[in-house]
């Protein structure tokens, strides 16, 4: 079934493994579930 979801993307198996290979980082600011992040604007 998973094949067959990524193949219908026009994707392939190979490219999809190398995406989900690559290391990922998820920055969430004013949380504690990923990398902590601060941004600060000035006007």
Do not use: D
């Amino acid at each position: 079934m998973w094949k067959e979801g990524i193949e219908s993307w026009g994707q392939n198996v190979e490219r999809a493994a190398k995406l989900q290979a690559v290391p990922k980082t998820i920055y969430t600011p004013g949380s504690s579930a990923g990398v902590a992040i601060n941004l600060n604007f000035r006007t």
